[in-house]
């Protein structure tokens, strides 16, 4: 069994800046692909950014070049440094991992989720 346990989230002002953070746990082998969702009431959970384990990334439209994500594989941890945001970046957001357990089998995990909210 894997825990993914997030941190980071909070209230912020238009235009400020926070920084997720992610950290797994348990019966890992290693970590293939770590994500970023988010989810808006009333609206379906979609991808913001992904990160493979070898650095390569990947955003939705909306957060390119404002977000940034980042990972350290010997903590096996994933962050997500948000600027510049807008009140439409208000969401819960989730971190995700496709993790390769001591077994070798291949599972896919879902942190708890922490709320973001942008706004004045």
């Known amino acids: 069994q894997v825990q993914l346990v997030e941190s980071g989230g909070g209230l912020v002002q238009p235009g400020g800046s926070l920084r997720l953070s992610c950290a797994a746990s348990?019966?890992?082998?290693?970590?293939?692909?770590m994500d970023w969702y988010r989810q808006a009431p009333g609206k379906q959970r979609e991808l913001v950014a992904r990160?493979?384990?070898?650095?390569?990334?990947n955003y939705a439209d909306s957060v390119k070049g404002r977000f940034t994500i980042s990972r350290d594989n010997a903590k096996n941890t994933v962050y997500l440094q948000m600027n510049s945001l807008k009140p439409e970046d208000t969401a819960v957001y989730y971190c995700?991992?496709?993790?390769?357990?001591?077994?070798?089998?291949?599972?896919?995990?879902w942190g708890q989720g922490t709320q973001v909210t942008v706004s004045s």
């Open positions: 990160i493979t384990e070898s650095g390569m990334t």
């Open positions: 995700h991992a496709e993790v390769v357990e001591v077994t070798r089998y291949t599972y896919s995990y």
């Open positions: 348990g019966s890992i082998f290693k970590i293939n692909v």
